[in-house]
């Protein structure tokens, strides 16, 4: 099949993908007594526009990047899962807005999601890896993690703070992309929390920065800037088609090559800001 331009590529994520978050009036949602926990209305309706945005990858390759002033300079800025910025903050900066957790750190013990203090700022976005083109009835009833069970209870703790859940449609609307940029087939398993944030923000943002999502020159087997472990896996994938969406990733930038080889940047344009 003939291989899409990029600025064809971003057609197709701006026409193909739709983001939202569920919300209290959805069914099964509407039917159940915590229901009316969930927002009343969709991520993209509540919050942004925003000028510009940044997303931070977790990667090892942050680690000495001295990239943390850049990164605050943006009106939001992205976080994933357990990333933290206290002690890292030259190199990754200190201002959350969005953090996006995947069901696993809400539901495994390592992560103490209900008591640590990492996730209390910012507006919250969760999503769990749903059964390829399931429904929301089917999803309710095999999450891969009790997302809403976890979900229930940090909202009773912390009522104010927004917390929103990812329309599990989204995943696989990013991954038919994924598949589509590519001849041969790719593992049928949702996109990372990296390429679902980034899209995310294209939604919210004009400008979205994205860093250490394609390795810059300090690229490192370090899994993650605040951890000493150590896994290439992290950085090209296993379970998730990671080398796949940084092709991808890599077709649809605007910045110069540059950028990427020394800061470990890419920058995309916001979906309001082109049309098709
Ligand atoms: O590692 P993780 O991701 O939290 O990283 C967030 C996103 O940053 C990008 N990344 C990370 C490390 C690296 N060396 N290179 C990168 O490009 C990826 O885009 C990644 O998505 C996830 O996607 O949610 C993931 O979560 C972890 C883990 O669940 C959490 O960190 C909590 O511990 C997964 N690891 C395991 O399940 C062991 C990981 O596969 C994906």
């Given at each position: 099949r003939?291989?899409?331009?990029?600025?064809?590529?971003?057609c197709r994520l701006k026409g193909r993908v739709r983001v939202s978050t569920l919300t209290s009036d959805l069914a099964p949602f509407s039917e159940l007594p915590w229901g009316s926990l969930l927002p009343s209305r969709t991520l993209t309706i509540d919050l942004g526009?925003?000028?510009?945005?940044?997303?931070?990858?977790?990667?090892?390759?942050?680690?000495?990047?001295?990239?943390?002033?850049?990164?605050?300079?943006?009106?939001?800025?992205?976080?994933?899962?357990?990333?933290?910025?206290?002690?890292?903050?030259?190199?990754v900066g200190a201002k959350t807005t969005i953090r996006l957790i995947n069901s696993q750190v809400m539901a495994s013990d390592d992560h103490y999601f209900l008591s640590s203090a990492l996730y209390?700022?910012?507006?919250?976005?969760?999503?769990?890896?749903?059964?390829?083109?399931?429904?929301?009835?089917?999803?309710?009833?095999?999450?891969?993690?009790?997302?809403?069970?976890?979900?229930?209870?940090y909202r009773s703790?912390?009522?104010e703070q927004p917390f929103y859940i990812l329309h599990p449609r989204m995943e696989w609307q990013v991954w038919e992309q994924i598949q589509d940029n590519m001849a041969?087939?790719?593992?049928?398993?949702p996109p990372s929390s990296g390429l679902l944030g980034t899209v995310l923000m294209m939604s919210l943002c004009e400008a979205v920065h994205v860093y250490e999502?394609?390795?810059?020159?300090?690229?490192?087997?370090?899994?993650?800037?605040?951890?000493q472990f150590y896994?290439?896996?992290?950085?090209?994938?296993?379970?998730?088609?990671?080398?796949?969406?940084?092709?991808?990733?890599?077709?649809?930038?605007?910045?110069?090559?540059?950028?990427?080889y020394t800061h470990g940047r890419v920058t995309l344009p916001g979906f309001d800001t082109f049309s098709c």
């Open positions: 003939p291989k899409l331009s990029g600025p064809e590529l971003l526009p925003f000028k510009t945005c940044a997303v931070v990858s977790s990667a090892g390759s942050l680690k000495h990047s001295g990239l943390g002033s850049e990164i605050d300079q943006h009106d939001a800025v992205l976080r994933f899962n357990a990333a933290p910025t206290a002690g890292y903050e030259k190199d209390n700022t910012g507006i919250l976005v969760a999503w769990d890896p749903a059964p390829y083109s399931s429904d929301l009835n089917e999803w309710y009833n095999k999450t891969d993690y009790p997302i809403f069970q976890q979900y229930q209870k703790m912390h009522p041969e087939p790719i593992q049928r398993n999502f394609l390795p810059s020159q300090r690229k490192t087997k370090l899994c993650h800037y605040y951890q896994d290439e896996a992290c950085t090209v994938g296993a379970y998730h088609p990671l080398l796949y969406e940084k092709n991808l990733v890599k077709r649809i930038n605007l910045g110069p090559d540059h950028d990427i």
